[in-house]
């Protein structure tokens, strides 16, 4: 069983998980509006992936005899001018959710909840992975700067990257 201070805590980050995701829908939304399908595409599976997130956190409350408590999620920006300007804005959500989960996990620790401990311990990996990954991109989008062919290519790139249940979900259902 959670003790209540961790049950509140996962459900905040349940939250933040559903926010995330209503995030990259709207980056999704915005960059297929200017015609940048790939780019759409990319952020539209963090979109799934966010709220895998959400659902694993909510699989594992239920699963330890907590209650999960729904809240309102709170508006996103809808307009990034450049894809540069998106994955920054990416880097720097994904590192909030790392000190979000970081928090988490010493919060699990603090209270010898050791089974949370170990059921966060995927999710500190997915957050190196996905900062890494936000900043290759920024990395690439400066070499690439304002060149048109360069954006195409980019584009073309992160239209091929496909869904992949994450490994908590695959196992559990």
Request: hydrophobic share 40%.
């Amino acid at each position: 069983m959670l003790n209540e201070k961790v049950e509140n805590a996962l459900n905040e980050q349940i939250n933040a998980e559903l926010w995330s995701a209503y995030l990259y829908l709207s980056m999704s939304m915005n960059f297929q509006a200017k015609g940048l399908s790939g780019i759409a595409n990319w952020f539209y599976i963090q979109f799934r992936e966010e709220q895998d997130h959400a659902r694993i956190f909510m699989n594992y409350i239920n699963r330890r005899g907590g209650r999960v408590r729904l809240a309102p999620i709170a508006g996103v920006d809808t307009e990034w001018d450049r894809p540069i300007d998106a994955f920054a804005a990416t880097l720097a959500h994904e590192q909030k959710v790392t000190a979000m989960i970081n928090n988490l996990y010493a919060l699990a620790a603090s209270e010898n909840d050791y089974a949370t401990c170990d059921q966060l311990k995927w999710f500190v990996s997915e957050q190196v992975e996905e900062e890494e990954t936000a900043q290759g991109y920024i990395d690439k989008l400066t070499l690439v700067g304002d060149n048109g062919m360069g954006i195409y290519m980019l584009d073309q790139e992160l239209g091929a990257r496909v869904y992949n249940t994450p490994a908590p979900l695959a196992t559990a259902e």
